[in-house]
């Protein structure tokens, strides 16, 4: 069983950065591939970030990149995710997911369906 707890959220303006942090239980944690996903009202959850076991492989969704930058601390069972430039449209509860395996494919990190662990949220709203 892995927990998931998620902090960092919170109310900025437009432009401003922001970073999520992700505490992970589940050991080895190596063993385990992370994502960050967001869901905003009336829309189903979204892939924004990916980071494989080792944080050799990372991928984010076209509409955060350039912006965002996930990171995994293997010392510390951290997750991160950097978010910069934020826009009003990156309004969402976003939301740590842990996948047990070594996965490394952008379609084995991307699909919500596919992680076997959640965080509870934090949410992020960005004003205009």
């Known amino acids: 069983q892995v927990q998931l707890v998620e902090s960092g959220g919170g109310l900025v303006q437009a432009g401003d950065s922001l970073r999520l942090s992700c505490a992970a239980s589940?050991?080895?944690?190596?063993?385990?591939?992370f994502g960050w996903f967001r869901q905003a009202p009336g829309k189903e959850r979204e892939f924004v970030a990916g980071?494989?076991?080792?944080?050799?492989?990372?991928y984010y969704a076209d509409s955060v990149k350039g912006r965002v930058a996930i990171s995994r601390d293997n010392v510390n069972y951290m997750v991160y995710l950097q978010m910069n430039t934020l826009k009003p449209e990156d309004a969402a509860v976003y939301y740590c997911?842990?996948?047990?395996?070594?996965?490394?494919?952008?379609?084995?990190?991307?699909?919500?369906?596919?992680?076997?662990?959640w965080g509870q949220g934090t949410q992020v709203t960005v004003s205009s």
């Open positions: 589940g050991r080895p944690f190596t063993g385990y591939a």
């Open positions: 997911g842990a996948r047990q395996g070594y996965h490394s494919r952008y379609d084995a990190l991307s699909a919500a369906s596919r992680y076997d662990y």
């Open positions: 980071i494989s076991g080792s944080g050799e492989y990372k």
